[in-house]
C-alpha cells in the first residue's frame, strides 16, 4: 500500500513483527530503536523502503528531529506505533524510583510527545492511524508490576482522550492490549518472577503463568502484529479510543 508508518521500539520483541507485517505489504518504515545492532540486523531482513532512527523516544529534541526529517523526505505519516517499552518486577518498598520514574518516560511521556508531532500532520492530512501498544497489566492490577501497571494504565487513558480529540479529522486512536507474549522482553522476566513466586525458573511457565491463562499458552509477537495491521487499515475506521485485548481469556 506504500503508507509511511512509524514504529518505536522496532528492534524485537512485538515491534519487530509489526515490522515486518507492514514490510510484507511494501509500506515504507521508519524504525525507531536505541539498539542500534539489533535494528540494522532486522533492516536488512525486510524487502521495503526502511528509514531508522536510533534515538531515545524520551528526548523531545530528537523526536522533533525526526519528524522534520520525516517530512521533509515523505512529507505524510499514516500510521504510528508506540511500542517502546520496558519490565521491572519489584516489590512496592523495593522498587527504584529512577526505575519508575524511567517507565513512565519510555512508557507514557514517549507516546505523548510523538503523538503530539505526528496529531498535526495527520491532521492536515485529514487521515492517520495511532497505535499504542498497552498491555493487560493496564486494565488491572498486578503484584511486583508497580511502574508497568502504572505506566500502562498511563497510555490508555492517554489513547482514550486523544481518540476523542481527533475523531472528527480522520485519526483513529487505539490501544493494544496484550497478554503474555513469548517476547525477549517477557523471558528476561522469568528469574524475577522465579524469585517472587519461589519456584524454579524452569516452573515459571506451568505453575505462575498459565494457571491464569484459559487458552494454556503464550501469545506470539506475530498475532499481535496483525492486530495492529488491521487497526491501521480502513476497515478498522470506525475502531478508535478502545483497548483491544488479546490475552487467552486472561482478564475474563
Known amino acids: 500500500m506504500n503508507r509511511t508508518v512509524l514504529i518505536t521500539g522496532a528492534a524485537s520483541g512485538i515491534g519487530k513483527a509489526m515490522a515486518k507485517r507492514f514490510a510484507q505489504d511494501g509500506d515504507t518504515l521508519f524504525l525507531v530503536d536505541k539498539q542500534t545492532g ?10 521495503t523502503f526502511v528509514y531508522t532512527f536510533a534515538l531515545d523516544v524520551t528526548n523531545e529534541q530528537d523526536v522533533e528531529t525526526m519528524f522534520e526529517e520525516i517530512l521533509t523526505n515523505h512529507h505524510q505519516l499514516d500510521v504510528l506505533i508506540n ?8 516489590s512496592i518498598e523495593e522498587f527504584p524510583t529512577h526505575i519508575f520514574r524511567e517507565m513512565l518516560d519510555v512508557m507514557v511521556l514517549a507516546p505523548f510527545t510523538t503523538m503530539k508531532h505526528a496529531v498535526p500532520i495527520m491532521k492536515e492530512q485529514a487521515s492517520g492511524r495511532i497505535i499504542n ?5 493496564g486494565l ?18 492517554l489513547t482514550k482522550t486523544v481518540a476523542l480529540e481527533v475523531a472528527e479529522n480522520g485519526i483513529t ?13 517477557l523471558r528476561n522476566q522469568l528469574e524475577d518472577i522465579a524469585t517472587q513466586n519461589k519456584v524454579e525458573k524452569s516452573e515459571v511457565l506451568e505453575k505462575v503463568i498459565y ?7 503464550m501469545i506470539q509477537p506475530e498475532e499481535i502484529a496483525e492486530v495492529a495491521f488491521y487497526l ?18 486472561s482478564t475474563i
Open 38 to 47: 539489533m535494528l540494522e540486523r532486522l533492516v536488512d531482513e525486510l524487502e
Open 83 to 90: 511500542n517502546a517499552g520496558f519490565q521491572q518486577v519489584h
Open 133 to 137: 501498544v498497552a498491555s493487560m497489566n
Open 140 to 157: 488491572q492490577g498486578v503484584p511486583w508490576k508497580a511502574g508497568y501497571v502504572s505506566a500502562k494504565h498511563g497510555i490508555v487513558g
Open 173 to 185: 486512536v487505539n490501544s493494544i492490549a496484550p497478554g503474555v507474549v513469548d517476547t525477549p522482553l
Open 211 to 217: 494457571p491464569s491463562i484459559p487458552q494454556k499458552r
Open 232 to 249: 491501521a487499515s480502513e476497515s478498522a475506521q470506525s475502531i478508535t479510543g478502545h483497548a483491544l485485548v488479546i490475552d487467552g481469556g
